[in-house]
């Protein structure tokens, strides 16, 4: 319906279409699994938060709240220093998150 320009078209086009649409023009993304116009996409959202310097809640994960105080970029560079003077070995970037949260009482967002 109101979608003329699509008559005609395979199914193939449309898929690529829709591709297209999601992967590089960004008019359309995924929330939850399901797509939506871009502006409502978690990617969106990520955006937008990062760019007020605010941390991501996905308001579907209700349990993924924020257990300790967003680290400031001051705290990051100094507990990220700690990390790597006091660890032995390899640190693995999955990691690190978690040893803030464990060591520091601070989340990274």
Same mark, same amino acid.
């Given at each position: 319906?109101?979608?003329?320009?699509?008559?005609?078209?395979?199914?193939?086009?449309?898929?690529?279409?829709? @591709?297209?649409?999601?992967? @590089?023009?960004?008019?359309?993304?995924?929330?939850?699994?399901?797509?939506?116009?871009?502006?409502?996409?978690?990617?969106?959202?990520?955006? @937008?938060?990062?760019?007020?310097?605010?941390?991501?809640?996905?308001?579907?994960?209700? @349990?993924?709240?924020?257990?300790?105080?967003?680290?400031?970029?001051?705290?990051?560079?100094?507990?990220?220093?700690?990390?790597?003077?006091?660890?032995?070995?390899?640190?693995?970037?999955?990691?690190?998150?978690?040893?803030?949260?464990?060591?520091?009482?601070?989340?990274?967002?």
């Amino acid at each position: 319906k109101g979608l003329r320009w699509l008559v005609g078209r395979s199914l193939g086009e449309v898929c690529h279409i829709v @591709q297209l649409a999601a992967s @590089q023009k960004k008019i359309l993304g995924y929330t939850e699994g399901n797509m939506v116009p871009y502006i409502h996409s978690e990617e969106s959202v990520k955006k @937008q938060c990062a760019a007020w310097q605010q941390p991501f809640l996905n308001p579907v994960k209700k @349990q993924e709240r924020l257990s300790h105080p967003v680290a400031t970029w001051e705290e990051t560079k100094k507990c990220l220093s700690a990390i790597l003077c006091e660890e032995v070995g390899i640190i693995t970037v999955s990691s690190v998150k978690r040893l803030f949260r464990s060591r520091f009482g601070l989340d990274l967002s």
